[in-house]
């Protein structure tokens, strides 16, 4: 099945704690991108790759480091957690850049910070 | 980036035709169309996207007027699993896109 798989689902961790959020695609896709979401303020991009080793900031990159050194991976890493940073963040791939098609989403990873 | 406006919510019924209006009033030359779906908890999928005129898939229809400072987003016949945010977006690309409120889609039995 053609998907976007996150991991983990949920996280609870400590300020400070360095942790690494999980994303990879099955659909050899050439754009994947980071989001989170909070009550009140809509989806913001993180970050997003155009391909391998091809990452560019988004809205809100601070706090935040991202790595693409294969097509199928975009791991989302928190060097440093703080309680600001506790949000439901997706990660999103396209095929095409635009033309019809739009991001498959993954199903959410929920991060706590205490 | 072009921004959106759009319903924050609507009511409808199981059945009937839903249009949901999105004005883009400065939309670029190089810059689609998008709507998505999101479910509470789930990630938004894609619904439709479009540059002018009409498209239509296996579940909406977007029709864009020949300015392109709207669009009408069309689900015909909605059921219950319909009620959703649907979101409206603008962009020449699909990671150069700003992502409102949406609109809270409610559907009635």
């Known amino acids: 099945e053609a998907q976007v798989t996150q991991n983990p689902r949920y996280l609870i961790t400590v300020t400070g704690k360095k942790l690494t959020v999980t994303c990879s695609q099955n659909?050899?896709?050439?754009?994947m991108s980071w989001y989170r979401q909070d009550p009140g303020l809509g989806l913001r991009q993180i970050y997003y790759?155009?391909?391998?080793?091809?990452?560019d900031k988004g809205d809100v990159p601070e706090g935040y480091k991202v790595s693409r050194k294969e097509k199928r991976n975009f791991p989302l890493i928190l060097e440093s957690p703080s309680p600001n940073q506790t949000s439901l963040y997706f990660c999103?791939?396209?095929?095409?850049?635009?033309?019809?098609?739009?991001?498959?989403f993954g199903s959410g990873t929920r991060l706590t910070v205490v | 980036l072009a921004k959106t406006t759009q319903p924050i919510s609507m009511d409808s019924y199981e059945g009937q035709e839903v249009n949901i209006t999105c004005s883009h009033n400065?939309?670029?030359?190089?810059?689609?169309i998008t709507w998505y779906q999101q479910f509470p908890s789930q990630g938004p999928r894609f619904i439709i996207q479009?540059?002018?005129?009409?498209v239509t898939n296996e579940v909406a229809s977007l029709f864009i007027p020949a300015d392109r400072k709207s669009s009408t987003l069309s689900l015909p016949r909605v059921s219950l699993s319909d009620t959703a945010v649907y979101y409206c977006?603008?962009?020449?690309?699909?990671?150069?896109?700003?992502w409102g409120a949406g609109t809270k889609l409610i559907i009635k039995p």
């Open positions: 977006l603008v962009g020449e690309s699909n990671y150069q896109l700003i």
């Open positions: 400065n939309i670029a030359t190089n810059d689609y």
């Open positions: 790759s155009m391909n391998v080793e091809v990452t």
């Open positions: 479009g540059y002018k005129t009409k």
């Open positions: 659909m050899n896709h050439e754009y």
């Open positions: 999103a791939s396209s095929l095409y850049r635009t033309g019809g098609y739009g991001y498959t």
